[in-house]
Nanobody, 125 residues
Framework: VQLQASGGGLVQPGGSLRLSCAGS????????KGWYRQPPGKQRELVAA???????RYADSVKGRFTVSRDNAKNTVYLQMDSLRPEDTAVYYC????????????????????WGQGTLVTVSS
């Protein structure tokens, strides 16, 4: 397992959660990393992605509410989710490599693509 996601759970609307994605040594050198989600019955979509240098991209639906960050020393990427809404309910996946690079519009144009196992976030009262 190259990426291990954690932190999901049940939260009320307006609440907060922090997701973590711990990477193995194999993915430590990958710059582009991010978070994606798959709502029930829908396709997987970008939530937020970030390069090692701090370049970010967010989905319009989460701008101003979610914040992606990373601790390169710990090889961990975080997603702070505030003001959660029922429509944020989804399985959240972390990614390292090609998919995040393409979302960010940065190199490489091909290469490895790693996914975590997913963590369920349910926003409901």
């Amino acid at each position: 397992v190259q990426l291990q996601a954690s932190g999901g759970g049940l939260v009320q609307p307006g609440g907060s959660l922090r997701l973590s994605c711990a990477g193995s040594k194999k993915v430590s050198s990958i710059s582009a990393k991010g978070w994606y989600r798959q709502p029930p019955g829908k396709q997987r979509e970008l939530v937020a992605a970030m390069t090692r240098g701090g370049h970010t991209r967010y989905a319009d639906s989460v701008k101003g509410r979610f914040t992606v960050s990373r601790d390169n020393a710990k090889n961990t990427v975080y997603l702070q989710m505030d003001s959660l809404r029922p429509e944020d309910t989804a399985v959240y996946y972390c990614n390292a490599g090609l998919t995040s690079a393409r979302s960010l519009g940065v190199p490489p144009l091909n290469g490895p693509d790693y996914w975590g196992q997913g963590t369920l976030v349910t926003v409901s009262s």
